[in-house]
C-alpha cells in the first residue's frame, strides 16, 4: 500500500480537531443541561450565579432569573454587561468594578451581536459564544498536538483546564483568552503572521492579562532584533487601549489588585484559609494542593525562561504576575485557577514533557468541588427513591 500523502494526513488532522470541538461543546452543552433539569428546575440563567441581594436594573427577565442566597459570582455582571456594552445605558451602575470589567468586552460584545442588540437575547447567547471558545480552544489544541507529534484526540483535554469547565459552570470570561493562547502558540509555531496578529488583536480585548502575551511575542521579535515585526505586531494592542480609554471615560475608577511585596496575597493566603463546614473537610488540603500546583508553575516558567522562544516569555510574564496579584486572587481556585490558565496551557505547550502537566493536575481536583457537587445533584435525582 502507498503511505499516505501529507494532504490526506492534514485532512485527517483537520477532521479530528472539529470533532475535538464538536464533542467538547456536546459534552458541557449535555451537562448544563443536566444541571439546569435537575438542581435548578430547568433555569439555565442559574449558571450566572447572580445574587439574591445584587441591585438589577429595572428593565429585563430580572423576575425569571435564578437568585443564589449568596453574593452570587462574576457571571452574573457580565450577563449585565452584555445588555449595555458600550456603557449607554446605564446598566454600568449595577456591576462591581464597572471600569475592569468593561475592559473583558470580548465575550460579551459577541454576546450582543450575536443577539442582535436584544438584551432579553443576550442571556442565551451568551452560553453560545461560551461555547464557541471552548470548541475553538479544543480545535487549536487539536492542532497544536500535530505540530507536537501528538495525537490530534489531545485536543478534548481543553475542556478540563480550569477557565475553561469554571467558565461552563458560572459562565465567567476567562475561556476566551484559554482558547486564544493556545491559538497564540500555534499560529506562533505554525504561522501565519496574519493570524497570530489578529489573536493577539482580541486577547486583550478578552482580559487584559492577554496583554501579556501580546507583550510576549514583542520582547522576542526585539531580542531577535526583528524590529519592524516588533511594531507591527505591537499595533494589535490599539483596539484594546482604545477601548480601555473609552471604559476610563464612561466608568468610575477601582482599587488595585497589586501587592507591593512579591507573594505576600499568597502567603497570606495560605496562612489563613477559608474555613469550610466539617462536612468538606477535605476540601482545605486541595487547596494546599492547588497553591502549591500554582508556586510549582511560577518555579517552572522561571526555569524555562527563554529569550528565543515567546512561548516561555509569556509564561515567566504571568509568572510575574502571580507573584505580585492582591489576596483576593490567590484566596480561591476559583480565582486564581481561572486568571493563570494561561501559564498552565503555556507550560506543557511549550515543555511537552509529564512534568510540565503538574501544576495543572494539582490544581484540578480542588476547581472541580463545585461542578462534581452539582453532578452529584444530578445523580442523586436520577437514583430511584
Same mark, same amino acid.
Not at 72 to 93: E, K, T, V
Not at 149 to 172: E, H, M
Given at each position: 500500500?502507498?503511505? !499516505?500523502?501529507?494532504?490526506?494526513?492534514?485532512?485527517?488532522?483537520?477532521?479530528?480537531?472539529?470533532?475535538?470541538?464538536?464533542?467538547?461543546? &456536546?459534552?458541557a452543552v449535555a451537562w448544563?443541561?443536566?444541571?439546569?433539569?435537575?438542581?435548578?428546575?430547568?433555569?439555565?440563567?442559574?449558571?450566572?450565579?447572580?445574587?439574591?441581594?445584587?441591585?438589577?436594573?429595572?428593565?429585563?427577565?430580572?423576575?425569571?432569573?435564578?437568585?443564589?442566597?449568596? *453574593?452570587?459570582?462574576?457571571?452574573?455582571?457580565?450577563?449585565?454587561?452584555?445588555?449595555?456594552?458600550?456603557?449607554?445605558?446605564?446598566?454600568?451602575? +449595577?456591576?462591581?468594578?464597572?471600569?475592569?470589567?468593561?475592559?473583558?468586552?470580548?465575550?460579551?460584545?459577541?454576546?450582543?451581536?450575536?443577539?442582535?442588540?436584544?438584551?432579553?437575547?443576550?442571556?442565551?447567547?451568551?452560553?453560545?459564544?461560551?461555547?464557541?471558545?471552548?470548541?475553538?480552544?479544543?480545535?487549536?489544541?487539536?492542532?497544536?498536538?500535530?505540530?507536537?507529534?501528538?495525537?490530534?484526540?489531545?485536543?478534548?483535554?481543553?475542556?478540563?483546564?480550569?477557565?475553561?469547565?469554571?467558565?461552563?459552570?458560572?459562565?465567567?470570561?476567562?475561556?476566551?483568552?484559554?482558547?486564544?493562547?493556545?491559538?497564540?502558540?500555534?499560529?506562533?509555531?505554525?504561522?501565519?503572521?496574519?493570524?497570530? +496578529?489578529? *489573536?493577539?488583536?482580541?486577547?486583550?480585548?478578552?482580559?487584559?492579562?492577554?496583554?501579556?502575551?501580546?507583550?510576549? +511575542?514583542?520582547?522576542?521579535?526585539?531580542?531577535?532584533?526583528?524590529?519592524?515585526?516588533?511594531?507591527?505586531?505591537?499595533?494589535?494592542?490599539? !483596539?484594546?487601549?482604545?477601548?480601555?480609554?473609552?471604559?476610563?471615560?464612561?466608568?468610575?475608577?477601582?482599587?488595585?489588585?497589586?501587592?507591593?511585596?512579591?507573594?505576600?496575597?499568597?502567603?497570606? &493566603?495560605?496562612?489563613?484559609?477559608?474555613?469550610?463546614?466539617?462536612?468538606?473537610?477535605?476540601?482545605?488540603?486541595?487547596?494546599?494542593?492547588?497553591?502549591?500546583?500554582?508556586?510549582?508553575?511560577?518555579?517552572?516558567?522561571?526555569?524555562?525562561?527563554?529569550?528565543?522562544?515567546?512561548?516561555?516569555?509569556?509564561?515567566?510574564?504571568?509568572?510575574?504576575?502571580?507573584?505580585?496579584?492582591?489576596?483576593?486572587?490567590?484566596?480561591?481556585?476559583?480565582?486564581?485557577?481561572?486568571?493563570?490558565?494561561?501559564?498552565?496551557?503555556?507550560?506543557?505547550?511549550?515543555?511537552? &514533557?509529564?512534568w510540565s502537566l503538574v !501544576?495543572?493536575?494539582?490544581?484540578?481536583?480542588?476547581?472541580?468541588? +463545585?461542578?462534581?457537587?452539582?453532578? &452529584?445533584?444530578?445523580?442523586?435525582?436520577?437514583?430511584?427513591?
Amino acid at each position: 500500500m502507498l503511505a !499516505p500523502s501529507i494532504g490526506n494526513l492534514r485532512q485527517n488532522a483537520s477532521a479530528i480537531a472539529i470533532c475535538c470541538a464538536l464533542l467538547c461543546g &456536546a459534552a458541557a452543552v449535555a451537562w448544563q443541561a443536566a444541571v439546569a433539569h435537575f438542581d435548578y428546575a430547568g433555569n439555565w440563567t442559574a449558571f450566572y450565579r447572580t445574587g439574591l441581594h445584587a441591585p438589577l436594573p429595572p428593565a429585563g427577565e430580572g423576575e425569571n432569573l435564578y437568585r443564589f442566597p449568596s *453574593v452570587g459570582y462574576d457571571g452574573q455582571y457580565y450577563r449585565l454587561i452584555a445588555q449595555d456594552p458600550l456603557l449607554l445605558h446605564g446598566i454600568s451602575r +449595577y456591576v462591581d468594578s464597572p471600569r475592569v470589567r468593561y475592559s473583558r468586552i470580548l465575550l460579551p460584545a459577541l454576546a450582543f451581536l450575536l443577539a442582535l442588540g436584544r438584551p432579553a437575547a443576550v442571556t442565551y447567547t451568551y452560553f453560545a459564544v461560551v461555547m464557541l471558545f471552548l470548541g475553538l480552544g479544543a480545535y487549536w489544541l487539536s492542532r497544536y498536538a500535530v505540530l507536537a507529534g501528538r495525537s490530534p484526540w489531545w485536543g478534548v483535554t481543553f475542556l478540563f483546564v480550569p477557565a475553561a469547565f469554571i467558565s461552563i459552570d458560572r459562565l465567567t470570561v476567562d475561556i476566551a483568552l484559554a482558547a486564544l493562547t493556545v491559538g497564540f502558540a500555534l499560529y506562533w509555531r505554525a504561522g501565519p503572521l496574519s493570524k497570530l +496578529y489578529l *489573536v493577539l488583536l482580541f486577547a486583550p480585548l478578552a482580559k487584559e492579562t492577554g496583554a501579556l502575551l501580546l507583550a510576549a +511575542y514583542c520582547l522576542h521579535a526585539i531580542f531577535g532584533k526583528h524590529w519592524v515585526r516588533a511594531a507591527a505586531m505591537a499595533s494589535a494592542g490599539i !483596539p484594546a487601549a482604545v477601548w480601555c480609554l473609552y471604559v476610563r471615560l464612561h466608568a468610575p475608577a477601582v482599587p488595585s489588585d497589586w501587592s507591593p511585596i512579591p507573594f505576600q496575597a499568597a502567603i497570606e &493566603a495560605m496562612l489563613h484559609p477559608e474555613r469550610y463546614p466539617l462536612r468538606k473537610w477535605f476540601v482545605t488540603p486541595l487547596d494546599y494542593l492547588a497553591w502549591m500546583g500554582l508556586l510549582l508553575a511560577i518555579a517552572m516558567a522561571i526555569a524555562r525562561l527563554k529569550r528565543n522562544n515567546p512561548l516561555c516569555l509569556a509564561a515567566f510574564l504571568f509568572a510575574v504576575l502571580a507573584a505580585t496579584v492582591d489576596f483576593s486572587v490567590w484566596e480561591e481556585v476559583e480565582a486564581f485557577g481561572r486568571v493563570f490558565t494561561p501559564l498552565l496551557i503555556l507550560l506543557p505547550l511549550e515543555w511537552p &514533557a509529564p512534568w510540565s502537566l503538574v !501544576p495543572l493536575l494539582a490544581m484540578l481536583p480542588r476547581a472541580a468541588v +463545585y461542578p462534581l457537587s452539582e453532578t &452529584a445533584g444530578v445523580f442523586r435525582a436520577l437514583l430511584p427513591r
